[in-house]
């Protein structure tokens, strides 16, 4: 079974600029999440989606990140424009629904300079 | 104050030797995770449990909900065991992360 896929794995932009991550899940995964890493610290949500509908996104800065899960399947996540404190790792992760245990993908490494 | 605390943050352990990671949670949660992440960001699932113990391999988690703790053991650890693991609760169908504990493993 395919894992989750993410890319690309590492950027690096200029504040000001503009980045998208793409997620495809595992297979017949319903939830998706997209996940904020900063250095030293463990994850915190960003955004969840139930197929192609977001359960939460009340920690997501919706005045420069944006996220949508077109026909429930692959995500994006954007960040237009970036600051210097966007640097992260950006993890996306699918489960089958919520509750059940999830799957997390390799990781976007971003670094604004 | 942080939902769920861990201990210790940092670890270094010589080969073979037995560790333990400790998961503290403040909330009544439905289920806990133990998670491993590498150098390079990607992170494995290790154990999910919400109650009693599992064991994988040379890996063991406990929980005990009364207490609102939980452990993992690492037996016999070798180098390759070397990275972040975070442990992680069930609140309301979301996830909170502690904020991991690195282990490093020497031969």
């Known amino acids: 079974e395919a894992g989750v896929a993410q890319s690309p794995r590492y950027k690096i932009i200029e504040k000001r600029q503009s980045v998208a991550f793409w997620c495809n899940p595992i297979s017949g995964h319903a939830t998706l999440y997209w996940y904020q890493q900063i250095l030293g610290q463990g994850p915190k949500l960003l955004i969840q989606?139930?197929?192609?509908?977001?359960?939460?996104d009340s920690q997501l800065p919706k005045d420069r990140f944006s996220a949508e899960r077109l026909k429930g399947v692959d995500s994006t996540l954007k960040i237009q424009p970036a600051k210097l404190e966007d640097s992260a790792v950006y993890l996306c992760?699918?489960?089958?629904?919520?509750?059940?245990?999830?799957?997390f993908g390799p990781g976007t490494r971003l670094t604004v300079t | 104050k942080n939902e769920v605390e861990q201990s210790p943050q940092n670890l270094t352990a010589q080969e073979g030797e037995f560790i333990t990671i400790n998961c503290s949670y403040s909330?009544?949660?439905?289920?806990l995770h133990w998670l491993q992440q590498h150098p390079g960001g990607g992170i494995v699932s290790l154990f999910m449990?919400?109650?009693g113990k599992k064991k994988h391999g040379r890996l063991i988690a406990t929980i005990n909900i009364q207490e609102k703790h939980s452990s993992l053991h690492i037996t016999a650890s070798h180098p390759r065991d070397s990275a972040v693991y975070i442990c992680a609760v069930f609140l309301g169908g979301n996830l909170i992360f502690g904020k991991g504990t690195k282990l490093s493993v020497k031969p």
């Open positions: 992760a699918s489960s089958l629904d919520t509750y059940i245990e999830q799957y």
């Open positions: 989606f139930q197929n192609n509908g977001v359960v939460d």
């Open positions: 909330v009544g949660i439905s289920a």
């Open positions: 449990l919400s109650s």
